[in-house]
């Protein structure tokens, strides 16, 4: 690889670290081909990337990034990058669940809404629901109250009709 070859990668690699909304570290060791493509078609979905370079062109990418400088001290050895571009806690799950099949990937830390976190971190992000599920709980949560009350006016209304028959059976029978 020569010179303008690598400025181009470092270039690409600082855009990516500036457009996702999360960046895995992870380490890779030991796996397979056949199981580093896999991993990038689980998470081709989730909108995200598994990137590999050197990681003397990785620390030189980050260093012009505000704010990226606390990964550092986790670009070391034989690492990859996993860049999240829309949805960190969907692609934490697909990371870990695919750790859980292959022992040979390790989640090392992750960048999330700019702070440094551990690999517990992000397997509790793995644990979250998705996006789409928590505003559904939330706009569930925040319709509960008011579909209660409508129900009650509903039985109000509903006994007032019964009460009003009863009357007008009582009226009849008289």
């Given at each position: 690889?020569?010179?303008q ?11 990516q670290f ?8 992870i ?9 580093v ?6 998470l ?8 590999v370079a ?19 001290p986790?670009?070391c ?5 996993v ?11 697909v990371?870990?669940?695919f ?11 992750g ?10 971190v992000v397997?509790?992000?793995?644990s979250?629901?998705s ?13 509960a109250?008011?579909t209660q ?9 509903i006994?007032?009709?019964?009460v ?7 009226k009849?029978?008289q």
């Amino acid at each position: 690889m020569n010179r303008q070859q690598k400025e181009v990668l470092v270039d690409a690699l600082q855009k990516q670290f500036d457009a996702s909304v999360a960046s895995y570290i992870i380490d890779f060791r030991g796996l397979s081909v056949n199981a580093v493509h896999s991993l990038r078609t689980k998470l081709r979905p989730h909108g995200a990337q598994f990137k590999v370079a050197k990681m003397r062109l990785m620390k030189r990418a980050i260093a012009d990034v505000p704010g990226l400088g606390v990964v550092t001290p986790f670009l070391c050895d034989q690492r990859g990058v996993v860049f999240a571009s829309s949805e960190p806690t969907a692609v934490a799950k697909v990371l870990f669940d695919f750790a859980k099949e292959n022992e040979h990937l390790n989640i090392i830390a992750g960048y999330v809404d700019q702070e440094i976190v551990d690999a517990a971190v992000v397997k509790f992000l793995a644990s979250l629901p998705s996006k789409d599920v928590l505003r559904a709980q939330v706009l569930g949560t925040m319709q509960a109250p008011i579909t209660q009350f409508v129900g009650l006016l509903q039985l109000m209304v509903i006994r007032l009709l019964l009460v009003l028959q009863q009357i007008s059976q009582k009226k009849e029978t008289q």
